[in-house]
């Protein structure tokens, strides 16, 4: 699977938009763009996921480039309780073991 | 709907002794994973289960580490004897089967320490 690079922390004010960036510069053409995310003392949340075209749930938006090797995860308007390490992993999109590679993650501060 | 279960949340022993942890999937879940996350990092796979059937242990330390899904339905890792280096958060997640776009959902975790 490709690799993914993230900023290793974010902050953000409660009530604005958060956008986290993701390079994925080596993604192939069957490979998915996921994003998880995760509370402290809880375990990794699945947020949304893409292969090309944006995406948008309950919970937030991606946005993929044309070229595919960066998208951005969007929550509208974060509140504290998005306070969290979001993950972006690359993984491929055919029955290939549904394993999960994570990276560091970006540290997401929302502040009041 | 429950999620998966884990227990317990927290372990405390000393060093060379055995400890196990218990996983209870979310109903009809096929597929169970476990997970090894250190302090600051991400979660890497230990295991997969389809069923009761081990498909994917290449990472998990088979020396000390050992997993079981008897029935295709609860699963319990152990560690037998725990070296110091193995305090860790212990994730159990799972899935409906395992398809490549089958979203995972994990538990809280078993919060090891070993002294």
């Known amino acids: 699977d490709a690799k993914t690079t993230q900023p290793p922390s974010m902050d953000c004010a409660e009530g604005r938009a958060a956008n986290l960036p993701c390079n994925h510069s080596?993604?192939?053409?069957?490979?998915?763009v996921y994003w998880y995310r995760q509370i402290h003392s809880q375990g990794p949340q699945y947020i949304i996921h893409?292969?090309?075209n944006n995406e948008t749930n309950e919970m937030a938006s991606l946005i993929i480039t044309e070229d595919r090797k960066s998208s951005t995860l969007i929550l509208p308007h974060a509140t504290l309780r998005d306070t969290a390490v979001y993950y972006c992993i690359v993984r491929v999109g055919d029955n290939a073991g549904n394993m999960l590679t994570f990276g560091g993650g970006t540290r997401l501060m929302v502040k009041p | 709907e429950a999620g998966v279960v884990q227990s317990p949340r927290y372990k405390i022993i000393e060093k060379k002794q055995p400890v196990a942890f218990w996983c209870n999937p979310i109903s009809g879940h096929n597929t169970l994973y476990w997970y090894l996350q250190n302090l600051g990092q991400g979660p890497e796979l230990l295991i997969r289960?389809?069923?009761?059937?081990?498909?994917?242990d290449s990472q998990l330390p088979k020396d000390r580490f050992s997993a079981e899904r008897l029935k295709g339905v609860d699963s319990t890792l152990k560690i037998q004897p725990a070296e110091l280096g193995d305090s860790a958060v212990y994730l159990c997640a799972s899935s409906l089967d395992g398809g490549a776009q089958e979203t995972q959902y994990f538990g809280p975790g078993t919060r090891l320490l070993v002294l």
């Open positions: 893409g292969l090309k």
């Open positions: 080596t993604i192939s053409g069957n490979e998915y």
């Open positions: 289960y389809e069923n009761e059937e081990a498909v994917d």
